[in-house]
């Protein structure tokens, strides 16, 4: 067994390699998801496996729990080509192998040691555009995956160190920024090369098999420590429900249900009751079920390492042929919704074995807004612009305190943003940013409040699409705490205020200048009882102005 200061120091060597990873990506990429959101992430990955071994502290949590299954599509592409090789980077964004959805580039690098393969690196980024009927991809009345993007199945992108360029005339031409494409994909490449060569030093200096065996201590005292909080919890059967507004097709809520299992030290997480896959475009992969549930965990389970051994305690029932196992081609565009109602239906199921473990729900969508045009002005008249973003609400309220006001979707550590860059970047301009007064759940510590954004259109015309949820079914309060107000999204034209008729989901909007688009987010669910809410914490909200709306409403 390895001393803990040594394995400490290897840990957190390994960490800093995936961190710089990210870094040099987020500094380096041309699209601000990826540049100023941090919508990527960067791991090393088993060799024989393909699981999770290290992860950075500032990618997407979910990327690294979706990347253990991109990993093994390539690694099973390779094999009927000639296998892995020094100098290649594999890349594809088949969701349907690799998990989460299309506009997520996987790039797969193996490394090698006195050549043998040692381990895998590998990037994960949201590109900007990459073709389908939508600017931006969320398209929310997808009823196939190739309305939503071109596919890209596990390809080449260099040959013993080489670039494909048939490959990139490909990615090139399939997409609406190809500038942007450019300098996202140089940038991921660019990190994995980085990593690379940190991973070289640090074996040089530490030599191979004493890295090898930190890995697998840190993923022994994952699961040691995973059983040990499993087992702290009580014996039972704990189940809990949610719903989606709809898959932007059929106007008909849709469920995750899910009956959780604790039997000692090991968690069985059964979601047979949820929803059959749809015909829009909420649906998601097994893989990115899996990937959300390592997400759900972690939030629940903080202090165990972040690798393949939080999941080595935990059975899955996931059946075929549901919302959150759906196959090609049913369209995933919008997965983000539907992992953050996993995570909630998680969130609640805990709280009944041990509410002082579990968060209430957080505000439970993304709200991908897309707002695309053509430039008029001299200088770029007739140049392509597509503004994506996606926006903050509340977290939910926990056994410490109240949640997070406008903080960004629990399944990720991503930034909102900033509305400087976005204003710098695309001719808008936000007449609104603020926090959504009374948006949090009343609780004995209150939700997070939602926030308001209201943008103005100043080119003469533009289209916008939104792909949002939580507007029929607000966040949920656990434990005695009342839920959030839900989400709602309007949009001006001709001085006329309108809003979906599908709620939260609409393509085509059609703007001219002056028309303005508003997002109202919801707060974060409330925990515990709200007569247990001190009278000073109450006095507080109202003098800072959190409660405003809601006092307005009764």
């Known amino acids: 067994m390895m001393d803990p200061v040594t394995l400490a120091v290897l840990r957190g060597r390994l960490e800093q390699i995936a961190d710089e990873m990210d870094a040099t990506l987020y500094r380096s990429a041309f699209n601000p998801i990826i540049a100023e959101a941090h919508d990527a992430c960067h791991?090393?990955?088993?060799?024989?496996?393909?699981?999770?071994?290290?992860?950075?502290?500032?990618?997407?949590?979910?990327?690294?729990?979706?990347?253990a299954f991109a990993v093994r599509a390539a690694m099973r592409v390779a094999a009927e080509r000639g296998g892995m090789q020094p100098g290649d980077v594999w890349l594809f964004n088949d969701p349907y192998e690799g998990g989460t959805h299309a506009n997520d580039f996987k790039l797969v690098k193996p490394c090698f040691r006195n050549g043998q393969l040692y381990c895998f690196l590998a990037s994960a980024a949201h590109w900007h555009d990459v073709g389908g009927a939508v600017p931006g991809n969320y398209n929310p009345a997808a009823t196939e995956c190739w309305q939503e993007a071109v596919q890209i199945p596990p390809v080449r992108i260099l040959r013993a160190g080489v670039l494909d360029d048939d490959v990139l005339a490909i990615l090139r031409a399939n997409t609406r920024l190809p500038d942007s494409l450019w300098g996202d994909l140089n940038g991921q490449l660019a990190a994995l090369e980085l990593g690379a060569r940190r991973l070289d030093g640090l074996l040089d200096e530490y030599g191979d098999a004493k890295v090898a065996q930190a890995l697998v201590e840190l993923r022994t005292r994952a699961v040691r420590l995973m059983r040990s909080h499993i087992g702290s919890l009580p014996d039972g059967r704990?189940?809990?429900?949610?719903?989606?507004?709809?898959?932007?097709?059929?106007?008909?809520?849709?469920?995750?249900?899910?009956?959780?299992?604790?039997?000692g030290d090991r968690l069985t997480l059964d979601f047979s009751r949820t929803s059959a896959q749809c015909a829009g475009p909420v649906n998601i992969s097994r893989a990115t079920a899996v990937a959300a549930c390592y997400v759900a965990l972690k939030h629940v389970?903080?202090?165990?390492?972040?690798?393949?051994?939080?999941?080595?305690?935990?059975?899955?029932?996931?059946?075929?042929?549901?919302?959150?196992?759906?196959?090609?081609p049913r369209p995933v565009g919008g997965y983000t919704e539907t992992i953050l109602r996993m995570i909630d239906v998680i969130f609640s199921a805990t709280a009944l074995a041990d509410p002082k473990r579990a968060v209430a729900h957080a505000y439970g969508t993304i709200n991908a807004l897309s707002i695309a045009g053509h430039r008029t002005d001299d200088k770029r008249k007739g140049q392509r612009w597509v503004m994506f973003s996606f926006f903050g609400g509340g977290h939910g309220g926990h056994s410490d305190g109240d949640g997070l006001s406008h903080g960004n979707a629990p399944i990720s550590t991503a930034t909102i943003p900033p509305m400087e860059?976005?204003?710098?970047?695309?001719?808008?301009?936000?007449?609104?940013?603020?926090?959504?007064?009374?948006?949090?759940?009343?609780?004995?510590?209150?939700?997070?409040?939602?926030?308001?954004?209201?943008?103005?259109?100043?080119?003469?015309?533009?289209?916008?699409?939104?792909?949002?949820?939580r507007g029929k079914s607000a966040p949920k309060g656990i434990h005695g705490g009342q839920p959030a107000l839900p989400n709602v999204f309007e949009y001006c034209q001709n001085g006329e205020w309108k809003t979906p008729p599908m709620v939260s989901k609409m393509l085509g909007i059609q703007l001219k200048k002056g028309d303005r688009v508003r997002l109202q987010t919801p707060g974060g669910g409330g925990w515990g009882n709200?007569?247990?809410?001190?009278?000073?914490?109450?006095?507080?909200?109202?003098?800072?102005?959190?409660?405003?709306?809601?006092?307005?409403?009764?």
């Open 530 to 554: 709200p007569a247990d809410r001190s009278e000073q914490d109450r006095a507080k909200d109202i003098a800072l102005g959190y409660s405003q709306e809601r006092k307005e409403q009764a």
């Open 43 to 67: 791991g090393l990955y088993d060799a024989r496996t393909g699981d999770t071994l290290i992860q950075g502290k500032s990618g997407l949590p979910v990327f690294v729990g979706a990347m």
């Open 238 to 263: 704990y189940s809990f429900e949610d719903v989606l507004d709809n898959d932007g097709v059929k106007d008909e809520l849709l469920t995750i249900a899910l009956d959780m299992t604790v039997a």
């Open 301 to 328: 389970f903080p202090d165990v390492p972040a690798n393949a051994g939080v999941l080595d305690a935990v059975d899955f029932v996931i059946p075929d042929g549901l919302v959150i196992s759906a196959s090609r």
């Open 421 to 469: 860059i976005l204003e710098a970047a695309y001719p808008v301009r936000f007449t609104q940013w603020a926090l959504r007064p009374g948006s949090g759940g009343d609780g004995q510590h209150r939700g997070g409040l939602g926030a308001i954004y209201e943008i103005e259109l100043l080119e003469d015309s533009a289209e916008a699409f939104i792909f949002g949820e």
